[in-house]
T-cell receptor
C-alpha cells in the first residue's frame, strides 16, 4: 500500500471548518483513500473514503486532487468532540488497513 | 447500524491464565479482523477471517488463538501471555474483503498482563 504523510498535529477553533491534509504521492490507480479517527481509548471510527471523485457524507467531505497525489478531509463545523487522532490510509490490499501515525487534531473553544 | 461489540471492556490476567476476548456483529458482514494497538501507536492487523475461515495470520505468536464459531462471532483465546502483550485489542468487520469494503471497528478490549 502507498505511504501517506500527515502533519503530526493541528489545532482548530470550535465552529470553524477543519481542513486535514494528506499526501500520498505514490498512490496507484486502484488504491482507495480512507479516513478514520480515533478518540482517546476508543476504537477507530470510519469517516469517509474515496477512489477518484470527491465524496461527502454527514460527517465530512473528502477532496482528492486530480492527480490523486494528495487529499483533504474537511470537517465543516468542528466541535470539541472532534478532538481525536485522524488517520489517512491508502488501501490497495484487500484485507489490511495500514495505519500511519496520523494527525492529532485539537479543537479549542 | 454499524455496530461491532466487544467484551469484556477491560481484562487483567496473569501470565499463566487462559482468557478469551469476544467480538460480535449483526450486520451480515462476512469478514472479521483482530487488530492490536499498543499505547501511543497505531493499530496493527493480527488476523483476518473470511467466511468463517482464517485467511490471514500476520505472524502472530501461537499464544494468541483466534476462532470464528459462526458468521457473527469472533473470539481471541489468550494463553501464557507476556506483559508486553498488554494493549488495546480491536475487532473489526466488513461486508467483504475488497479494498472498497469499509471496516467497522468495535470499542476494543483493554488488556493488562501482569
Amino acid at each position: 500500500d502507498a505511504k501517506t504523510t500527515q502533519p503530526p498535529s493541528m489545532d482548530c477553533a470550535e465552529g470553524r471548518a477543519a481542513n486535514l491534509p494528506c499526501n500520498h504521492s505514490t498512490i496507484s490507480g486502484n488504491e482507495y483513500v480512507y479516513w478514520y479517527r480515533q478518540i482517546h481509548s476508543q476504537g477507530p471510527q470510519y469517516i469517509i473514503h474515496g477512489l477518484k471523485n470527491n465524496e461527502t457524507n454527514e460527517m465530512a467531505s473528502l477532496i482528492i486532487t486530480e492527480d490523486r497525489k494528495s487529499s483533504t478531509l474537511i470537517l465543516p463545523h468542528a466541535t470539541l468532540r472532534d478532538t481525536a487522532v485522524y488517520y489517512c490510509i491508502v488501501r490497495l490490499n484487500d484485507y489490511k488497513l495500514s495505519f500511519g501515525a496520523g494527525t492529532t487534531v485539537t479543537v479549542r473553544a | 447500524d454499524t455496530e461491532v461489540t466487544q467484551t469484556p471492556k477491560h481484562l487483567v490476567m496473569g501470565m499463566t491464565n487462559k482468557k478469551s476476548l469476544k467480538c460480535e456483529q449483526h450486520m451480515g458482514h462476512r469478514a472479521m479482523y483482530w487488530y492490536k494497538q499498543k499505547a501511543k501507536k497505531p493499530p496493527e492487523l493480527m488476523f483476518v477471517y473470511s467466511y468463517e475461515k482464517l485467511s490471514i495470520n500476520e505472524s502472530v505468536p501461537s499464544r494468541f488463538s483466534p476462532e470464528c464459531p459462526n458468521s457473527s462471532l469472533l473470539n481471541l483465546h489468550l494463553h501464557a501471555l507476556q506483559p508486553e502483550d498488554s494493549a488495546l485489542y480491536l475487532c473489526a468487520s466488513s461486508r467483504g474483503q475488497g479494498a472498497g469494503e469499509t471496516q467497522y471497528f468495535g470499542p476494543g478490549t483493554r488488556l493488562l498482563v501482569l
